[in-house]
């Protein structure tokens, strides 16, 4: 028998609970239910800090029923199947559940196997990922000697985009500190052409570059890790070229290098969730096809998609859901009151709390266009140019973020 929500919600992560939270609210007599197969939910953003040994791992970690909202109805299963024209979701358990609307939000999948041999050497020995175990990361940078750090990234869209550059430059600052940087050569390769797209924080972040001797090269696209010879391997894009030129070992292989490494962090590569990939709500992509502005399904429009899974072009971050989850919210409740859509649309906004050191931060907040948009509020925090690094915003980053997550924006209040 099938089992009917007003609301059906795909994913009890940042966006999931959010937008139920904020629902329920608004009208606690809403019948909305959550599919979440899941035991924990984690508060990711802290774990670049993990990361550098500066945050408890343990502090980022919840269990699932402490943040699910009272009157949400939790489905822990998987969701498998999509039935669009039935308004039906099926579960891995083999159970129905149909909808009035849906909203899906079941994040991105981490995908190593997109890079050969990146499966095998994963969390393992000198390779390690904030994005996996940061705590491995702190074991890795701690008890670094010196060496080749290399820091890279895949080509596929990650959640974070800015995470792989933050554990760095907090790295660069721990290896000054103990002594480690002088005999150390810090690289950092990337398919990309530019250290970042917002031409205010570029600047910023160069200076950090700078300030930790770092070895900058463009036009690397990851394709192999080699494990036990210590090399990641690189397709060359023709827009290869390099900043702060350092000796390194590097292999020439036809049009492939490879970087002899001491240690290595990495963004593993990321897509959609393949459940998600396979389904009809798909773009060619595999991300959850909606309009850029209004949060709704292409095709169908009782179906909203948010966060990592949606194929929007902006950073995927918990920043740009806390704009996205009013829209979704109010597109759903006018469409219910056969009311016409929202005049207001999410225009992209995302942010990246750059961490340029231990004590210091630089907030990076743009919309679809790259445009450099920060929040008013933060003159009350007293920064006035938060493209700056500002030791104020390393105490939002580290204590007040976490804390309004956990205490507001898990609970459906704006923040
Ligand atoms: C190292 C790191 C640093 C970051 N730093 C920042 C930062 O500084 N600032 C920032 O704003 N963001 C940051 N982020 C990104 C941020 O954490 C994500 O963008 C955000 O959590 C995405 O929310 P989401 O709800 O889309 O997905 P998630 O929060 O990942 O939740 C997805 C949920 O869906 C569930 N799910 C999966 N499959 C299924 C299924 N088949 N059926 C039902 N449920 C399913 C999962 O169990 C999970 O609970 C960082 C992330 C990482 C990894």
């Known amino acids: 028998m099938a089992n009917k929500s007003d609301v059906l919600i795909i994913g009890g992560g940042t966006a999931g609970i959010m937008v139920a939270a904020r629902m329920l609210k608004e009208d606690p007599n809403l019948s909305v239910s959550i599919i979440e197969p899941a035991d924990s939910h984690y508060y990711q953003p802290a774990w670049t800090l993990v990361g550098a040994g500066t945050y408890n791992y343990e502090k980022t970690k919840r269990s699932m029923a402490s943040v699910m909202p009272k009157k949400v109805n939790w489905i822990k299963e998987y969701a498998d199947k999509f039935y669009p024209d039935e308004n039906k979701v099926t579960t891995s358990g083999g159970k129905e559940y149909t909808y009035d609307y849906l909203v899906v939000c079941p994040g991105i999948k981490i995908d190593p196997a997109l890079v050969e041999g990146l499966s095998e050497a994963m969390d393992k020995g000198v390779v390690c990922s904030n994005y996996t175990d940061p705590m491995h990361t702190w074991e890795v ?13 895949p080509t596929t869209p990650i959640k974070c985009g800015g995470a792989p550059q933050k554990i760095m430059y907090l790295a660069g600052d721990l290896w000054r500190k103990n002594g480690v940087a002088k005999n150390t050569n810090i690289v950092f390769a990337t398919a990309g052409t530019i250290i970042f797209g917002v031409p205010e924080i570029a600047k910023t ?18 394709v192999a890790v080699d494990a036990r010879e210590q090399i990641a391997w690189y397709e060359m894009a023709p827009h290869e070229k390099e900043y702060n030129h350092k000796d390194i070992e590097v292999i020439t292989d036809g049009n492939r290098k490879g970087i002899k490494f001491d240690m290595m962090h990495l963004a593993p590569p990321q897509s959609a969730p393949d459940f998600i990939k396979t389904s009809p709500l798909a773009n060619e992509a595999g ?29 995927k971050t918990g920043a740009a859901i806390r704009k996205q989850v009013p829209i979704v919210t109010e597109n759903i409740k006018r469409l219910m009151a056969n009311k016409p859509k929202y005049e207001k649309t999410y225009n992209g906004y995302s942010s990246c709390p750059l961490v340029t050191g231990y004590g210091k931060m630089a907030l990076a907040e743009f919309d679809y266009d790259n445009n450099f948009t920060p929040d008013p509020k933060l003159r009350q925090m007293l920064v006035f140019d938060s493209s700056k690094e500002h030791w104020r915003l390393w105490i939002l980053k580290k204590y007040m973020l976490p804390y309004l997550y956990w205490n507001k924006m898990m609970k459906g209040v704006d923040v």
């Open 205 to 222: 972040l160069m200076q950090v570059v700078d300030r930790n001797d770092i070895n900058l090269r463009f036009g690397y696209k990851l």
């Open 287 to 315: 991300w959850v096809d909606v309009d850029h502005g209004t949060l709704q399904h292409n095709k169908y429009p009782n179906i909203f998609s948010l966060g990592d899974v949606a194929a929007l072009p902006t950073a």
């Open 141 to 153: 940078l701690k008890n670094f000697k010196g060496g080749t750090a290399l820091f890279t990234q």
